[in-house]
């Protein structure tokens, strides 16, 4: 590892060592990883053999290789894409419903607020209610200083990105960044906010000192 990568890796660790701190005061149980590898096995064994996993849409948790890893456990994972449109409400509404949760978050603050915008809904209501459990993984790319500037990352960063990945026709797919747009196909619909865990459902954030994810 050069002294440039040492000096990034050290940054990143020491916000999510504080961002953890954060997260445990407010209710969350809250893991720091050395490195995806590791972020990876300590999911994993987060997860039992028989748990039925949703997870919506998250590139962060794909990054990471859970998907596979999970199937190959023998878990059911319940994940809609490149579902046809059909059975989507099947499968989303199935993801609500499961024993754990696998997802990530578009931001976080280090005082320990995560912020996400949706365009259906089905993930931040998930992040609330419905599973027993929800483990978020989170890149330290996407650790804000406060609040504002957590909303601000969703906005400029992780919505147009999503937007273009997702090859929709709203204006931050064409530009590359918000212009806080009224267009049909946007996907900035649901602003949730979690100040503190929400009080049906254990969650876990695991903050991994890499740039994950948007």
């Not at 701190?21 to 064994?45: H, P, T, W, Y």
């Not at 949706?118 to 330290?140: K, L």
Request: proline share 3%; aromatic share 4%.
């Amino acid at each position: 590892m050069s002294e440039f990568q040492k000096a990034r890796k050290t940054y990143y660790h020491l916000r999510c060592k504080k961002t953890a701190e954060s997260l445990e005061a407010n209710g969350f149980d809250a893991v720091v990883a050395k490195d995806s590898v590791d972020a990876q096995k300590k999911i994993m064994n987060l997860i039992n053999s028989d748990d039925e996993v949703g997870v919506p849409g998250s590139a962060t948790i794909r990054e990471l290789g859970l998907v596979e890893k999970l199937k190959d456990k023998g878990n059911r994972v319940i994940e809609h894409w490149g579902a046809d449109s059909d059975k989507m409400r099947k499968l989303r509404l199935g993801q609500i419903n499961s024993d754990v949760l696998l997802t990530s978050s578009n931001a976080l603050s280090l005082d320990g607020r995560l912020v996400n915008i949706d365009g259906t809904g089905n993930r931040v209501a998930a992040m609330m209610y419905g599973p027993d459990r929800a483990i978020i993984a989170v890149g330290a790319n996407k650790i804000a200083d406060d609040l504002e500037e957590a909303h601000a990352r969703v906005k400029r960063v992780a919505a147009p990105i999503n937007a273009i990945r997702l090859n929709t026709d709203s204006p931050c797919a064409d530009t590359g960044y918000c212009v806080d747009c009224d267009a049909d196909s946007t996907i900035c619909r649901a602003t949730v906010i979690l100040d503190k865990k929400p009080g049906g459902i254990d969650s876990t954030v695991v903050l991994v000192p890499e740039e994950l994810g948007y």
